[in-house]
């Protein structure tokens, strides 16, 4: 936040269930998503998931989801942390948990990613409410795209 600038002295901002973000660490920019406040976690696609040490510390690869009009291409992050998370169908996994820049709404802001298979969901990745927690930032679950353009018949923002 610029000059002394916290989440709570900014206004509320109203944000629709679907909404297009960027992740550009993940060269990700300008695509849609779900936001659903009843997950806590954000979840990305992430395809051949494997660890490995970097100067003594532990990182993840990753192939980022393959969106239209946006090539699937290989990641690599410092593993944040670990976390039990219960799945979609409610089963309890250990998921891997990267902490990367995302803008939303004009704001630009950390979160945490979990990675895991959402192949067959129909959004790449699910914004949870821990990324929206303390943003002076509010659902709407009648709306979409208040705060980004519909994308386009390629999954991206005109």
């Not at 990267?98 to 709404?105: E, K, V």
């Not at 067959?120 to 943003?135: E, K, N, S, V």
Request: hydrophobic share 35%; aromatic share 6%.
């Amino acid at each position: 936040m610029k000059n002394g600038a916290t989440a709570a002295s900014l206004p509320m901002t109203v944000i629709g269930w679907h909404e297009c973000i960027s992740l550009p660490e993940l060269g990700l920019q300008n695509f849609a998503v779900k936001v659903d406040t009843g997950a806590k976690t954000t979840a990305l696609h992430a395809d051949d998931i494997e660890t490995f040490y970097k100067d003594s510390e532990k990182w993840v690869r990753f192939r980022s989801p393959d969106i239209p009009g946006i090539p699937a291409r290989t990641c690599e992050f410092p593993v944040f942390t670990k976390r039990d998370i219960t799945n979609t169908s409610g089963t309890p996994e250990t998921r891997i948990i990267i902490r990367t820049p995302m803008i939303l709404a004009g704001r630009k802001w950390k979160i945490d990613i979990s990675l895991t298979d959402r192949g067959t969901m129909r959004f790449p990745l699910i914004l949870g409410r821990r990324a929206l927690r303390g943003r002076n930032i509010v659902v709407h679950p009648g709306k979409s795209y208040l705060v980004s353009d519909m994308p386009n018949s390629e999954g991206l923002t005109p």
